[in-house]
């Protein structure tokens, strides 16, 4: 593949979109079942792996042409390894409740498949800008989906919106229990497809 | 082939056991054999010998108390001796708290009119039943999969075929305790007594990556046949959250080695069950008129959350 | 060969920088993150003692940590407390030795500044400076004594029980009297809707201004918790049904000795808070008793 | 893509010939109809109404689902019927009105059509409609038991004040109490039997009747519309693991107290037997018994939960695919190499 073509836009675009890491790729599934309780959750993970995403493929897309083939799998590794480690620092320096909120996905983020992915597909053929544009396409495509599925999780299962008590009462306490997640992600991703196929249709009709 | 590797498994699984059993019946002075929980409220304490009668009824020879809390001592109500003179069980006024251990001091043991010494006793729950409680903890209790929500792009990418699934779940289980022995190893041994423990992620990974390859190139070379089997399967293991989350709990709740096993053991195992009977149903979920939309990932994430629904039944289960 | 060597250059050198960033993240970061918890332990301490932002706690106040260890000797096991002293301007720690009978055995001074004290790892350095090596000894738990001017104002006791599910850590206030002034549940795993209610001021209040006469007999009661005390319970919080000042005595003398409303549906959660309140309050009471007579007969000038 | 044949369900091959679905669906109704009667007498008249209710909407919800997704409407096979029914039964007498709705749409839409319709559910929907209701409202459905009416007065719950009369079912008594706690609330240890095996006795709706539930049971046997393998070894199980582990010390448990208590013989007779959710085969049916009454005992005396039955029989449905797969029938002429 040779270097890309679009345009920033369309770069943050795709991530959100076409290759949302959750509801279409369906990579970096653990968060989004396990801690998608609520949006506020979402939006700090969200904004986790918005930064190692975008440092990592930054950092590989300025190293790119020093890597030996050989050995670039575990250039990647360390890489997000690197940068994982320097959020989690800080997260647990500075937002401690929101840390010990995330518990260990801060941590686990470190074998999201979907930032190894951008590095190996994306960041090692193009620019260091338009790997910016990417990582954060895919960032904010992550905090998106984490940020849909909290919010039908927090407003059913807690009656709440960040925090905010929005219906008084508890509709489902169902959707606190992690198993909701399953059932959350699940449906939402059967709405993807079913958005896709009314898109497609139209465009044929 | 197969045959064999099942073999070796249980001669390794009987071997440890064997070690458990070895280690977990040390006593604590020469002529205690034993002390143990009975009931809610009684302590027993088993002697080497027969002890005096006079000596060993006499409550004020005891001492209980709560191990973190020497000073507040239990009250001891009776104590009865066995026929044999050898048991002597200690009853209290309240309820012993089972989950912490217990110190019992047995001062001057007095045995054939011959004084033996103090004995100071530690009683706690029976440890080869805690190791087993981690094993099957982390194997079905807290099922990484169903209950703690981790591994689970794996978990849907290869839970299509039954044979995938369990050769997966194999090649999974073999990496996984390899290297968290080593995540175990490297922490308690470099990371913690330098105080780098901020470099735990990078290692751990690192780690992880060696075994990997590790287990390849031995596996390549001493048993090509299963390598051809479970080879394709090595790439994968990376990916699977699982592999760095076992090493990190047991950083956080500073377990010993063979905890450590254990719970990385059951942890791929339970990742095996999982695979397995989420495979199982998967194929044949096959020939079922599943609505479009929601045909291949979406269904099987529905799948997954009814088997987290029925998994909520373990919730809040202590097994010892 | 060349091949190789490049590979290797390469990743050591990768390595080097790598190790260099986490390492200098980890020297800025790790002063800020202590700093923070400690902020953040303060702020639930005075939270519990009723000093909110708009409420701030009296420039007098001080908060002393004492830190309880177990020491064995072989057979022979004593306690150790490790006490703030006043002693010139910066003050310091001494290791007041005290047997299971509550005689008192020794007393060292301890090489430690205050900014230490709240490592695990001084605390321990520097009470091995003491203690000769036969000797061993394990941490066992804290204690905050809050004192404003000269008289003690609380004392602040963190502790841990068996909930339903996993440990429950709380934070625990109360007054020279053992009187509970608050309880703050700072960890808790327990089921969502049922257990995990105890977080709850209406259930978590009810422990407030329980004297310890209560406190050592109380018990749990599995009637539904009535309105009024609910609606009391709750306007703690100041936002919910502001209560007038006469209902709310009358409420608080009505159900003071009355004992703990269970959660519905969560009896066993409730029964483990109340035993373990309860349990907390009576070996404290019991222990700070003892360590007060020795340390007015030995004269020692603690700070608190 | 064209649609498989729904009705001939294909999973079920004990089924005798000249025997339809709906024949045996209705007749399992049938069966399942007096423990409802007597549940009116026991706990009032409301339990009538949560039934109806929960039949009510999972036919609807089955009717509508089945026009979403363009499949026949078959309401009439009397599938939605049970499970509403089942659903009913495992839930506690004071519950609001409106709480089988919700499981409804979860046992109907999710647990069955998603997954692809009559036949080829994984799970027994009414369990997981239980499962689901417990998740989402464990106050109600753990503290709404009532205790049993004697004086045929089946209007008093009707209406309000259910809270201030709620109970504890004997398995949460002998689990946090003891068996002493037991015996001062119903008496001494012959009344509790006689009791418990006619129904006086706090519990879900259908549950406690274990002798109606035995008659209505042995009828399928003896219409061989279920076999004795799964009740059998389950409540075998049951009693047995029980005895040995139930007690202070082993073998001093107490089996028929355990088997008598809970939800055991609705779940052996009537949910651990349904056609798609357990095996076919004879082994594979014991062995299906015996996990679901060991899962039971073990969630029973370790597990957070007073009563695993519902639990131990969701987890082992999805066990069923691999245990037919490992014991097939046997072949009459094995070839040679096979396997």
Known sequence: MPATTKTNFQLVSNGILNDNPIFRLALSMCPAVGISTTVMNGIMLGIAVLFVQVFSSCTIALIKDHIHPRIRIPTYTLTIATWVTVIDLVLAAYMPAAYKEMGIFVKLIVAFAIITMRLEVFACKNSVPASFWDGIGMGLGFMAGMVAIGFVRELLGMGTILGYDVLGFRPLLFFVLPAAGFFCVGIMMAMFNYMELVYNRKKKG | ?320 | MKEIIRITVGLTVSCLIAALLMGSVFIVTDKAKKHNEHVNIQRAMLGLLGYTRGHPAPPDLRLYTMYRYIIEDGAIRTLGYMLPVVKGEHGGYQLVVIDLDGQFVNRFKLNITPEKVSEASERASAIKAVLKPPKTFVYSDSTIVAKLGQKRLAYLLPGKFPGFKTFIDVMLAIDPSFKIIGLEIMEQEEDPGLGAEINQDYFKNQFKEKSFEKIKKINVTKEPLPEEYKKYLETKKGRDFPLPKGVVDTIRSKYQDKDIYALTGATISSQAVTNGVKNMIRKFAYRINRLDSVISRQHIPVAF | MTDLPLLTVSVSPHLKSGQSVEKIMWTVVACLLPPLILSVFIFGLQTLIITLISVISCVAVEAISQKLLHRPVTIKDGSAVITGLLMAYIIPPGVPYWIPVLGAVMAIYVAKHLLGGIGFNIFNPALIGRAFLMASFPVAMTSAWLPPIRDGAIFKYMGSGIDAVSTATPLYLLKHYGSSALMEKFGSMSAIYGDFFIGWRPGCIGETSALLLLIGGLYLIYKKYITWHIPVAMIATVGFLTWVFGGERFFTGNPLLAVLSGGVFLGAFFMATDYVTSPSQGTAKLIFGAGVGALTVLIRLKGGYPEGVCYAILLMNPTVPALEGWFRPRRFAPQKGAQ
């Not at chain 2, 369990?166 to 990496?175: C, D, P």
């Not at chain 2, 390899?178 to 922490?187: H, K, L």
């Not at chain 2, 047991?250 to 053991?265: H, I």
């Not at chain 2, 999982?274 to 998967?282: D, G, T, W």
Request: hydrophobic content about 50%; some cysteine; glycine content about 6%.
């Open chain 2, 1 to 320: 082939m197969k045959i064999l590797g099942r073999k070796y498994l249980l001669l390794n699984i009987l071997l440890i056991i064997c070690l458990f059993l070895i280690g977990g019946c040390k006593p604590e002075h020469r002529f205690v054999k034993k002390t143990a929980f009975k009931d809610t409220n009684k302590i027993v304490i088993e002697f080497a010998g027969p002890v005096d009668e006079t000596w060993a009824k006499n409550r004020s020879n005891y001492t209980a108390c709560e191990k973190p809390d020497p000073d507040i001592r239990l009250k001891i109500i009776d104590v009865s001796l066995s026929a044999d003179k050898k048991k002597a069980t200690l009853v209290f006024a309240d309820d012993l708290n089972k989950n912490q251990p217990h110190v019992v001091t047995a001062t001057k043991i007095s045995s054939e009119g011959k004084s033996l010494g103090t004995a100071i006793l530690n009683v706690k729950k029976f440890y080869l039943g805690y190791l087993f409680s981690i094993l099957i903890g982390a194997m079905i209790i807290n099922n990484f999969v169903f209950t703690k929500y981790l591994g689970l792009c794996v978990f849907f990418g290869v839970s299509q075929k039954k044979s995938t699934a369990v050769g997966m779940g194999i090649t999974f289980t073999l990496v996984i305790v390899a290297s968290a022995m080593m995540s175990w190893f490297i922490y308690q041994f470099v990371l913690q007594p330098y105080r780098l423990d901020f470099l735990q992620i990078v290692v751990f990974i690192g780690l992880v990556s060696l075994s990997v390859q590790a287990v390849d190139t031995i596996l390549r070379k001493v048993n090509p046949l299963l390598f051809k089997a479970f080879g394709v399967y090595l790439v994968l293991v990376i990916a699977n959250c699982i592999i760095i989350a076992v090493p990190l709990i047991l950083a956080d709740n500073e377990y010993n080695a063979w905890e450590s096993l254990m719970l990385s053991l059951g942890a791929g195992l339970g990742f095996l069950i999982a695979l397995f009977l989420m495979s199982s149903v998967r194929e044949r979920l096959e020939l079922a008129n599943v609505p479009p939309t929601y045909r291949g990932l979406p269904i099987a994430f529905v799948l997954a959350g009814l088997f987290a629904l029925s998994f909520l039944g373990f919730s809040g289960m202590s097994i010892f």
